[in-house]
């Protein structure tokens, strides 16, 4: 296989776990008020709510400090080994502007990013988790 060829599969392995990570934290939120509504048990489990707690928090870390995504780094860094055009910015805003053409400036994704996580964080009382070893 051609080192090139290499290099553009990596970075398109980053990017779908880049997409499954953003997907995992918007609809992990929406399962779980959905989860509350029809009474599935699985959305109390702790270990899902650290997860996806942990997701958003590291998202809104990163954009308040204005830092970008791991993700997008290395999946620029390798298509730009192998050759390949970039972009420029974060991830969510090359996406958001590709797909819906869509401008605005970088507080605008920092504003949302910090609503959404305070949603996350509210979810943990609308429906809060179930403790370790606690199976009901």
Known sequence: MDERVGYLLAADAILLVHVQFVAFVIFGLVLILLGNWRSWSWVRNL???????????FVVVQAWLGAVCPLTVWELALREKAGDAVYTGAFVAHWLE???????????????????????????????????????
Not at 109 to 126: I, M
């Open 47 to 57: 270990w899902f709510r650290l997860a996806h707690l942990a997701a958003i928090g």
């Open 98 to 136: 590709a797909v819906l053409y869509y401008r605005a400036p970088p507080w605008v994704f920092v504003v949302v990013y910090t609503v959404f996580g305070a949603l996350v964080v509210a979810s943990w009382f609308w429906v809060p988790p179930r403790r370790f070893g606690n199976v009901r």
